[in-house]
């Protein structure tokens, strides 16, 4: 279930904690296999990051489960930053006028940058707190520190669908006001679905609270976006 730092792994099918992702004899390594599943513990483990990253881009359950438990996340906390930058442009651009002058057009982007920051912190604090009102042994079980890094690896991956928004800044204003709406929409919308689908990864909610769990996820997003709508009127004033 450890490794010899105390690191968590699990198997990437059906979530069931394991010893260990691999076996060495000799000269070669052979993926273990999951007691509970019978399959291969963790099929992304000699597998490159980009291939991973298109799986969780693709809403794959197990690329979710071993970017969180498996692998390591340090280059995923890069791809979070390169993220912020691109969510933060975007969503200058999208309130600035073309016309406006370089050090407006920079304001905007440092204030969209601190509302995107805030806005992760506070999706992470909501589900924290999903999680300690349906799995109050989760708590005393893996410990704060634990828990919180763990919801916070689930609000960067799901931010990865942040990376739809690029055709839109390539479009510029090549395209029209519905059409701009449309795939802001679409982009949320896949948003939605991969914090709902990673939560699930890591929430260890048992089956007749799952659709709960769910359910409070989605207030939480609503909630998330609710304050964006506000903090954007604000920056308008």
Known sequence: MTDGNGKQFV???????????????????????CN?????????????????????????SSAFRHMIYN?????????????????????????R?????????????????LQ????????????????????????????????????????AISNFSKFFLLPILVWGSNTTDFGRNLHYMLVTGHHLCSLVMAYNVVGNIDKHRRWLSILLVICAFIMKEYVRYLSAFQMML
């Open 116 to 155: 995107n920051i805030g806005e992760y912190l506070l999706i992470t604090v909501l589900l924290l707190f999903i999680t300690v009102i349906l799995g109050v042994g989760q708590l005393t079980k893996v410990g704060l520190a634990s828990l919180t890094l763990t919801i916070l690896k689930v609000v």
């Open 97 to 113: 006028e073309d016309g406006a002058n370089t050090a407006l057009y920079e304001k905007g982007f440092y204030m969209s940058a």
């Open 11 to 33: 198997c990437v099918s059906c979530g069931n904690p394991v010893r260990e992702l691999y076996k060495k004899y000799s000269n070669t390594v052979k993926p273990t296999h």
């Open 71 to 95: 692998g390591k996340f340090k280059l995923y906390w890069k791809i979070s930053l390169v993220v912020l930058l691109l969510e933060s442009f975007a969503l200058c651009r999208q309130k």
């Open 36 to 60: 509970k599943c019978n399959q291969i513990t963790d099929k992304y483990i000699e597998v490159e990051e980009f291939i991973i990253l298109i799986d969780a881009l693709l809403l794959v």
